[in-house]
């Protein structure tokens, strides 16, 4: 160039040095390249706009990887980058090495990076020489390190002694990576293998139970502690001779036997082999140390987690019983979960107990915490509780003995640890198979749901008193219910309702959809309902399932066999008959509104919306005409008939007054006095019919479009108002 001349374009400087220019934009994955880059990639020298496929299918995956993770160093440390990368061709043979360079600029804004670089060919080294790194690179450590940062994330994650053994076949080391892995652990005085990479099945057999005293590299680094480095076939058959033969036929170059230490013990040996040779420069040997070391500790971390998964694992079966014997006439299903913190054992458990009267009692509830304290007080509570129903005592006095029980053994460890206070909620059921009768009592548990035969679910509202271990002298009152054929009921603890963010409310409508949809057996039926929290399980699930709880989870399901119920397979035909059963007692005004609430679950796939409110209206006034009018409990019964679109729903309110209603003329102002106007009105038919003792307003509406069938009953108007 002659002073005064124009400088050359900047491409035809770099174009003159044989040198490339690249732009990578990972918010949308395209990656720009100039006509000398676009040569290099082995495609035609011309500029052109390429997807982040199309260039990695051009590299080799190890340098792909390595580019990624001295991007994400350049930019957390504000410098260049530097890689090495090797350019293959469709049949992914290595044609060129090259040298890139590059600025990277990451938008928080899109989460992106954008990479601008130079490419150059340069010459190959001999693999495994310092120069394979150093002089390529020109800054291999700083790839070290990105390397090193993932892989110990990586191993701090994994949870299982499995996992640790796939991050490690995973990891792609700076420059240089291990054709096959070898983890050995120790057994007495003999070598096992743990788990190994790029090898065929069977491989590992000649290295299995070694004596620690063979003239074997992993038995001579477990004895001593000390890594041995072998570069090269001679120097192995040299120093090994005896056991060269084992090793030989793999076809490997170079080996790397690392110690697993933690805490100063010597736990086992890592074995990394290379196709090609290694000279184990010190840079190598630190960062095959390192990952040693970061191995070690992952695998202890696993072990100790898997030592203590399965102790509890144990410990939960030991303390849940086996159900049985078989119930004529019902079937039995069951599922228990512990929590994912801590111990992985809970104070949640459920029991199935046979009375001296032939019946038998379904228990389930929740002892307060998760951990060792919690899981004994429920072993000693399901214990109690056993003793005092195998006595032969009602659920109430079985409920009462064991709040007693429970008062006494946490108040009277006060005087040490007042945090040592625990209580337990409990559901008491006992069955009788015979006529389908339970007698439920309950301190402060959920309240059961019954799946009607149709599919329909309500959640049955029972008297209760509570949690077991506050009061000593608390009472848990009785409730009676029927479960009618092919009814199914379902008890559980409030882990099933209450995981994933769900309130009693919401969490109860998950619930419901899963045992409305449901049609097969019960055993599916319970694995779907834990399913529906975390994901597929066993009857007692342990592990990464478990892991990812909130709390336990404990489920109990009781169907008496019918149609419907799914006891024995599939279900033929839904059976079209739902009813409903509930007492309101004077001193219970407030279970009006659970009666209005069980009515309007009785409804819930109705036709008219307007039919519902109505029914729910009326029945609001004959359960308030016998409170206010009366001195008697009130019984409703409500069913169901006919399929749907053509059904009728019948509503009966039954009490022990023989006073009848009669229908009054109430005036603008008055407060009462409408009761009978309103069934009138809005009902389709309705009566009042005498009982042996007291009487039954019942009254009836049809979801068939059109129909209109008033039919009202006698006016006994000469009796006084109820």
């Given at each position: 160039m002659r002073t005064g001349e124009p400088l050359p374009a900047v491409g035809e400087v770099l174009a003159a040095l044989a040198t490339g220019l690249w732009h990578w934009n990972t918010a949308t994955g395209l990656v720009t390249v100039d006509a000398e880059a676009a040569r290099l990639l082995g495609l035609p020298p011309e500029q052109a706009t390429l997807s982040q496929?199309?260039?990695?299918?051009?590299?080799?995956?190890?340098?792909?990887?390595?580019?990624?993770?001295?991007?994400?160093?350049?930019?957390?440390?504000?410098?260049?980058?530097?890689?090495?990368?090797?350019?293959?061709?469709?049949?992914?043979?290595?044609?060129?090495?090259?040298?890139?360079?590059?600025?990277?600029?990451?938008d928080r804004a899109k989460r992106s990076y954008e990479v601008t670089g130079s490419l150059q060919e340069v010459t190959e080294p001999t693999p495994g020489t310092p120069a394979g790194r150093t002089a390529v690179t020109g800054d291999w450590r700083r790839s070290r390190e990105a390397f090193?940062?993932?892989?110990?994330?990586?191993?701090?994650?994994?949870?299982?002694?499995?996992?640790?053994?796939?991050?490690?076949?995973?990891?792609?080391?700076?420059?240089?990576?291990?054709?096959?892995?070898?983890?050995?652990?120790?057994?007495?005085?003999?070598?096992?293998?743990?788990?190994?990479?790029?090898h065929q099945p069977g491989d590992e057999s000649p290295f299995s139970h070694m004596a620690l005293d063979t003239d074997y590299p992993a038995a001579e680094v477990v004895?001593?502690?000390?890594?041995?480095?072998?570069?090269?076939?001679?120097?192995?058959?040299?120093?090994?001779?005896?056991?060269?033969?084992?090793?030989?036929?793999?076809?490997?170059?170079?080996?790397?036997?690392?110690?697993?230490?933690?805490?100063?013990?010597?736990?086992?040996?890592?074995?990394?082999?290379?196709?090609?040779?290694?000279?184990?420069?010190?840079?190598?040997?630190?960062?095959?140390?390192t990952v040693a070391r970061m191995l070690a500790q992952a695998l202890s971390r696993a072990e100790a987690a898997e030592s203590a998964r399965e102790l509890t694992d144990g410990l939960q079966r030991s303390m849940l019983p086996q159900l049985g014997p078989e119930i004529p006439g019902m079937s039995v299903a069951a599922r228990y979960v512990p929590t994912g913190g801590g111990l992985q054992v809970g104070g949640d458990w459920y029991d199935m107990i046979p009375l001296p009267n032939g019946r038998f009692a379904l228990v389930i509830g929740d002892v307060q915490g998760h951990d060792v304290r919690a899981a004994g007080l429920m072993g000693q509570l399901r214990i109690a509780l056993r003793a005092y129903a195998s006595e032969g005592h009602r659920p109430d006095a079985v409920l009462s003995r064991a709040s007693r029980f429970l008062h006494g053994m946490t108040f009277g460890s006060l005087d040490e640890d007042p945090s040592e206070l625990r209580f337990a909620t409990c559901l008491y059921v006992e069955v009788d198979p015979a006529t389908g009768l339970l007698d439920?009592?309950?301190?402060?548990?959920?309240?059961?749901?019954?799946?009607?035969?149709?599919?329909?679910?309500?959640?049955r509202p029972t008297a209760g008193g509570l949690p077991l271990g506050i009061d000593p002298d608390a009472d848990y009152p009785t409730t009676r219910i029927a479960l009618e054929p092919g009814e199914t009921m379902l008890i559980c603890t409030d882990g099933l309702i209450e995981t994933g963010g769900h309130d009693l409310e919401t969490g109860w409508k998950r619930i419901r959809t899963i045992l409305e949809d449901h049609d097969g057996d019960l055993e599916a039926l319970a694995d779907a309902l834990v399913q529906a929290v975390h994901g597929p399980s066993s009857h007692h699930t342990t592990g990464p399932l478990a892991d990812r709880r909130e709390d336990d989870i404990a489920v109990l399901l009781l169907c008496?066999?019918?149609?419907?119920?799914?006891?024995?397979?599939?279900?033929?035909?839904?059976?079209?008959?739902?009813?409903?059963?509930?007492?309101?007692?004077?001193?219970?005004?407030?279970?009006?509104?659970?009666?209005?609430?069980?009515l309007r679950e009785l409804l819930h796939d109705w036709a008219s919306e307007d039919q519902v409110d109505s029914a729910v209206l009326l029945l609001s006034e004959t359960l308030t005409n016998v409170l206010v009018h009366t001195d008697a409990d009130a019984l409703l019964l409500a069913e169901v008939r006919g399929t749907s679109g053509d059904r009728r729903i019948r509503?009966?309110?039954?009490?022990?007054?023989?006073?009848?209603?009669?229908?009054?003329?109430?005036?603008?102002?008055?407060?009462?006095?409408?009761?009978?106007?309103?069934?009138?009105?809005?009902?389709?038919?309705?009566?009042?019919?005498?009982?042996?003792?007291?009487?039954?307003?019942?009254?009836?509406?049809?979801?068939?479009?059109?129909?209109?069938?008033?039919?009202?009953?006698?006016?006994?108007?000469?009796?006084?108002?109820?």
């Amino acid at each position: 160039m002659r002073t005064g001349e124009p400088l050359p374009a900047v491409g035809e400087v770099l174009a003159a040095l044989a040198t490339g220019l690249w732009h990578w934009n990972t918010a949308t994955g395209l990656v720009t390249v100039d006509a000398e880059a676009a040569r290099l990639l082995g495609l035609p020298p011309e500029q052109a706009t390429l997807s982040q496929a199309q260039v990695r299918s051009r590299l080799h995956p190890v340098d792909w990887n390595e580019i990624s993770g001295v991007i994400q160093l350049a930019v957390a440390e504000g410098t260049l980058g530097e890689a090495r990368v090797r350019i293959m061709d469709e049949r992914g043979r290595v044609i060129r090495v090259g040298r890139s360079r590059f600025h990277a600029v990451f938008d928080r804004a899109k989460r992106s990076y954008e990479v601008t670089g130079s490419l150059q060919e340069v010459t190959e080294p001999t693999p495994g020489t310092p120069a394979g790194r150093t002089a390529v690179t020109g800054d291999w450590r700083r790839s070290r390190e990105a390397f090193l940062l993932d892989a110990g994330r990586a191993l701090a994650e994994a949870r299982s002694t499995a996992e640790v053994l796939r991050v490690a076949a995973g990891l792609s080391m700076p420059g240089f990576s291990p054709d096959g892995l070898a983890v050995f652990g120790v057994t007495g005085d003999r070598l096992t293998i743990t788990g190994h990479h790029g090898h065929q099945p069977g491989d590992e057999s000649p290295f299995s139970h070694m004596a620690l005293d063979t003239d074997y590299p992993a038995a001579e680094v477990v004895r001593t502690g000390r890594a041995v480095y072998l570069s090269t076939p001679e120097q192995y058959k040299d120093r090994y001779p005896l056991t060269w033969p084992l090793a030989a036929h793999f076809n490997r170059q170079s080996w790397a036997f690392l110690p697993l230490t933690v805490a100063g013990r010597t736990m086992g040996a890592w074995m990394a082999a290379f196709t090609y040779p290694v000279a184990f420069t010190p840079d190598e040997r630190s960062v095959l140390t390192t990952v040693a070391r970061m191995l070690a500790q992952a695998l202890s971390r696993a072990e100790a987690a898997e030592s203590a998964r399965e102790l509890t694992d144990g410990l939960q079966r030991s303390m849940l019983p086996q159900l049985g014997p078989e119930i004529p006439g019902m079937s039995v299903a069951a599922r228990y979960v512990p929590t994912g913190g801590g111990l992985q054992v809970g104070g949640d458990w459920y029991d199935m107990i046979p009375l001296p009267n032939g019946r038998f009692a379904l228990v389930i509830g929740d002892v307060q915490g998760h951990d060792v304290r919690a899981a004994g007080l429920m072993g000693q509570l399901r214990i109690a509780l056993r003793a005092y129903a195998s006595e032969g005592h009602r659920p109430d006095a079985v409920l009462s003995r064991a709040s007693r029980f429970l008062h006494g053994m946490t108040f009277g460890s006060l005087d040490e640890d007042p945090s040592e206070l625990r209580f337990a909620t409990c559901l008491y059921v006992e069955v009788d198979p015979a006529t389908g009768l339970l007698d439920i009592a309950r301190a402060g548990h959920p309240d059961p749901a019954i799946r009607m035969t149709d599919g329909t679910v309500l959640s049955r509202p029972t008297a209760g008193g509570l949690p077991l271990g506050i009061d000593p002298d608390a009472d848990y009152p009785t409730t009676r219910i029927a479960l009618e054929p092919g009814e199914t009921m379902l008890i559980c603890t409030d882990g099933l309702i209450e995981t994933g963010g769900h309130d009693l409310e919401t969490g109860w409508k998950r619930i419901r959809t899963i045992l409305e949809d449901h049609d097969g057996d019960l055993e599916a039926l319970a694995d779907a309902l834990v399913q529906a929290v975390h994901g597929p399980s066993s009857h007692h699930t342990t592990g990464p399932l478990a892991d990812r709880r909130e709390d336990d989870i404990a489920v109990l399901l009781l169907c008496r066999e019918g149609e419907g119920c799914g006891c024995g397979g599939t279900v033929a035909v839904r059976p079209t008959i739902r009813r409903t059963m509930l007492t309101v007692a004077q001193d219970e005004p407030e279970r009006v509104a659970v009666a209005r609430q069980q009515l309007r679950e009785l409804l819930h796939d109705w036709a008219s919306e307007d039919q519902v409110d109505s029914a729910v209206l009326l029945l609001s006034e004959t359960l308030t005409n016998v409170l206010v009018h009366t001195d008697a409990d009130a019984l409703l019964l409500a069913e169901v008939r006919g399929t749907s679109g053509d059904r009728r729903i019948r509503v009966e309110v039954t009490d022990t007054s023989d006073a009848l209603p009669h229908k009054r003329r109430p005036g603008e102002l008055a407060s009462s006095g409408r009761g009978l106007i309103l069934i009138e009105l809005l009902a389709q038919a309705w009566g009042v019919d005498p009982r042996g003792e007291g009487k039954s307003i019942w009254f009836e509406l049809y979801e068939a479009e059109g129909t209109d069938n008033p039919a009202s009953a006698a006016d006994p108007a000469d009796s006084e108002p109820a």
